[in-house]
């Protein structure tokens, strides 16, 4: 590390004297402006918009002056332009109207409700119409850096375009850090606890640009280059100069692209985070001695369902109809709750509570029988416990009134598609959605089971997936707050389904690893299989399908993952048990 610093230290050296060397020849000049040129190009993957970094160490530095003072106009070469993937925008001559530039911001909180106070602070920075959010990266919890005597942080990445220079924008999360209570004073612990935290980590930044990262108008084509900005002052740098050694800024920036390149250490973001993982591994002395968690927010009090493990969903259907368990605890709302009370016992740390059957062939219900079902069990499990609770349904009416009554999150088997206000009123509360894929609906699915236009029901899952996906996010529902569930069993043959689950690793990654839900609990293919005609003796073949669900070849991402089924006990016996011979190989032989 000692050596990465000094070359680092050194590279900011020649920037400056760069800088200086432009400012003695521009001195006659009233306009002049610094336009840093790479000379050379290594062979790196490329960045958002295709465009090569940045390289400091091989910088040379060409003075632009205006016109109008009849100094010549030495503009950067043309066919770097090209060599960097084109322009993406310009400037008028001497023009000083503000341009849309696109920032990528560090977000985190370790006091008081975390994800409120995140939540708060993006709602506060767009207020003025400055600045406008576009993508969130995921959540996660990680253990304090440098003081580590505090709670632990909630931590990502977001990305906005802004009317603001740099320094504006700097001051803008000043002020919003402030009106929620951080204490700016100056008499704070450096590093200590805060309610709210916003860093710039990246900026957009020109072709020819003053020190203080606002465009030179001297030029009528000053073109924006993605993420490239190098600026220090007194107040700001940029990039965030500790970015590289922290795994909770990194790992969100890869969320949301991970092809980005560091404009001074000329890395894609994927290789400085393999690099400080790398590390790690080996025993790499880091403050940060914990793994940075991927989280899943829930309303109600700041809570989190922390992907530390495979999530258990325990089902409860308070349905007459349902095809395993229909009837047993549709008429009581005491034997529902107390069912769910032992789900939660056995090892669910979410109960899914459905009032209509989604089986293939079920009859629609109306929304008030539908609510009628639901709502007073809801209530009475809020009452004995702290557990999560999704609603399973398709209609926003009911995903309202379950949300105000005690659930934390709506499990729509349409995704979003049955029920056109699904997606604006989820979004409107704030709550995590599992978006499902089904084609068709209840009745007419098992007719729609042909992918052979989508290359195979896998890509064609994950095709559909993600353009629900895309839909949830133009709602309002940032992927911070998206579950995926590739629907086993609904609208799929069963070669189909276990297509899905065999490839359920390719459907991560196809989907940008968003977590992912898996339902294969006791349903009709598994009956297929094993020739079982009773759901409720299917469990064995439920488990070899969640097993199967599980199977991960890839290190290089988070694997968040739910598991929906009938018998939680069963279940996370044989998680647990799956998991002793990666306990045996890690553990030293006992004497």
């Known amino acids: 590390m000692k050596s990465s610093r000094n070359a680092l230290s050194s590279s900011r050296v020649l920037y400056y004297i760069l800088v200086a060397m432009n400012m003695m020849a521009v001195r006659s000049c009233a306009r002049g402006a610094v336009v840093f040129v790479n000379a050379h190009h290594p062979k790196v993957r490329r960045g958002v918009f295709g465009l090569l970094p940045f390289r400091v160490n091989h910088l040379s530095a060409k003075v632009s002056a205006d016109q109008s003072y009849g100094a010549p106009r030495n503009k950067i070469d043309r066919s770097l332009l090209q060599i960097r993937g084109g322009s993406s925008s310009s400037n008028p001559p001497h023009s000083m109207q503000p341009t849309w530039r696109k920032a990528y911001l560090g977000v985190g909180s370790n006091l ?75 008499n704070a612990t450096r590093f200590g606890p805060r309610p709210v935290d916003l860093d710039i980590l990246l900026f957009d930044g020109f072709e020819v640009q003053n020190q203080d990262g606002t465009a030179a108008d001297t030029i009528s084509d000053n073109n924006l280059l993605p993420s490239a900005l190098t600026m220090q002052t007194d107040e700001l740098e940029i990039p965030h100069p500790r970015m590289a050694e922290r795994e909770f800024v990194l790992a969100p920036l890869n969320d949301m692209d991970s092809e980005i390149v560091h404009p001074l250490l ?70 529902a709750a107390l069912q769910a009370m032992q789900l939660e016992k056995d090892g669910a740390r979410i109960i899914d509570v459905g009032g209509e059957s989604t089986r293939p062939g079920a009859e629609e219900v109306s929304v008030d029988e539908e609510l009628r079902r639901v709502l007073p069990v809801i209530a009475r499990i809020r009452e004995g416990s702290d557990v999560a609770i999704s609603i399973d349904t398709r209609h926003s009416r009911v995903a309202k009134a379950a949300i105000e009554a005690g659930a934390d999150i709506v499990n729509d088997v349409s995704g979003g598609t049955h029920d056109p206000n699904m997606l604006s009123c989820v979004a409107s509360m704030g709550v995590p959605i599992i978006l499902m894929h089904m084609r068709g609906n209840p009745k007419t699915m098992q007719a729609m089971t042909n992918y052979s236009e989508n290359n195979g029901v896998v890509a064609g899952v994950a095709h559909e997936l993600m353009e629900r996906s895309a839909a949830a996010e133009a709602a309002g529902i940032h992927r911070w707050l998206q579950v995926l569930d590739p629907g086993i069993g609904f609208a799929k043959t069963t070669d189909g389904n276990l297509s899905l689950l065999k490839g359920a690793d390719a459907l991560r990654k196809t989907c940008d690893d968003l977590p992912f839900l898996f339902g294969p609990s006791r349903k009709g293919f598994i009956g297929k299989i094993t020739d079982e005609d009773d759901p409720n003796e299917r469990d064995f073949g439920t488990i070899a399908a969640c097993l199967a669900a599980l199977h991960s070849n890839r290190d290089d991402k988070d694997s968040c993952t739910i598991l929906r089924v009938h018998n939680v006990k069963a279940l996370k016996q044989a998680i647990l048990t799956s998991f002793i011979k990666a306990l045996t190989l890690n553990s030293k032989p006992e004497n």
């Open 266 to 335: 000329n890395k894609t973001l994927w290789d400085l985070l393999s690099s400080l993982r790398c590390k790690s591994s080996i025993g790499y002395k880091r403050q940060d001695v914990e793994k940075a968690t991927r989280v899943l927010p829930l309303p109600h009090g700041g809570r989190m369902l922390v992907f530390n493990e495979t999530i258990i969903m325990g089902i409860l259907n308070v349905t007459p109809d349902s095809f395993s368990d229909g009837g047993k605890f549709s008429d009581s709302v005491e034997s």
């Open 112 to 186: 008081g409700n975390q994800f409120e106070n995140i939540v708060n602070a993006l709602s506060q920075l767009q207020s003025s119409g400055d600045v406008r959010l576009l993508r969130t990266s995921f959540l996660r919890k990680t253990a304090p850096m440098y003081v580590t005597d505090q709670p632990d942080f909630l931590n990502g990445a977001v990305e906005v375009e802004t009317m603001l220079t740099p320094l504006q924008l700097l001051h803008a999360l000043k002020n919003v850090e402030g009106n929620l209570g951080r204490d700016l004073s100056g």
